[in-house]
């Protein structure tokens, strides 16, 4: 199986940039294949500009798409998963991403309107899995509502709305501590995550 993965870190001496490493460290170990998108590597532009922008208004699925934008959908194309990595930022994913969304998600692909069955996706993989690196623990993310609001938005509207099926957000959360065992443990489920993922 083959896993596009999805990476909004721009410094390479990073939490998140060794979580990374671990996820593919087990995806490789379970026999499987991956594609990184390094999204600052590649310099991903990440503002929606006026000819995007009339073109995702006007509904017409016929005008073609910027060629990094092609890319990014062949990539995903090509593959029977995809994971997003980032840190969260603001309680959301860096605007890196969230430009990639706004960008890679065009109507006539990730959703388009068939008269008969409505909304539809162009969509080939239905399996994603989002690991988000946070400063504040997983328990207070969890009281204050935040990962819940992390997870509609992720899982309920970019994903799903777009034809996944099988969703998941993994918070490796508490790293504003400084504490080495905190880390490990997120580094050991990270690990973890990539060689069960296309397990289940
Ligand atoms: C601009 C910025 C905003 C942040 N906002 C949040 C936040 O809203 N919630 C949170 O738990 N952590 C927040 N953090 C902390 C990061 O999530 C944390 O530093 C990251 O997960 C792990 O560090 P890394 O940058 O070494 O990968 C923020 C960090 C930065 C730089």
């Given at each position: 199986m083959h896993l596009y993965v999805?990476?909004?870190?721009?410094?390479?001496?990073?939490f998140t940039y060794e979580v990374l490493?671990?996820?593919?460290?087990?995806v490789k170990e379970s026999g499987n294949t991956f594609e990184i998108g390094d999204l600052y590597e590649m310099n991903f532009k990440c503002e929606l500009d006026i000819g995007q922008y009339t073109h995702e208004m006007s509904r017409?699925?016929?005008?073609?798409?910027?060629?990094?934008?092609?890319?990014?959908?062949?990539?995903i194309q090509?593959?029977?998963?995809?994971?997003?990595?980032?840190?969260?930022?603001?309680?959301?994913?860096?605007?890196?991403?969230?430009?990639?969304?706004?960008?890679?998600?065009?109507?006539g692909y990730a959703?388009?309107?068939?008269?008969?069955?409505?909304?539809?996706?162009?969509?080939?993989?239905?399996?994603?899995?989002?690991?988000?690196?946070?400063?504040?623990?997983v328990e207070y993310l969890e009281e204050t509502g935040i990962a819940q609001s992390m997870r509609c938005i992720m899982l309920k509207d970019r994903l799903k709305n777009v034809g996944f099926t099988d969703v998941k957000m993994e918070i490796l959360g508490g790293m504003a501590n400084n504490n080495d065992f905190i880390k490990r443990s997120n580094l050991e489920k990270a690990y973890i995550l990539g060689v069960d993922f296309f397990k289940n």
């Open positions: 999805v990476y909004a870190h721009p410094s390479k001496h990073s490493n671990y996820f593919l460290k087990g017409t699925t016929l005008m073609p798409v910027p060629d990094d934008v092609k890319k990014e959908q062949e990539k090509r593959s029977d998963a995809i994971t997003f990595i980032y840190p969260v930022w603001w309680s959301d994913c860096p605007g890196i991403l969230k430009g990639w969304f706004d960008r890679v998600w065009t109507n959703y388009f309107y068939d008269e008969k069955a409505g909304r539809k996706s162009f969509i080939a993989p239905k399996k994603a899995l989002v690991i988000c690196t946070a400063g504040h623990t």
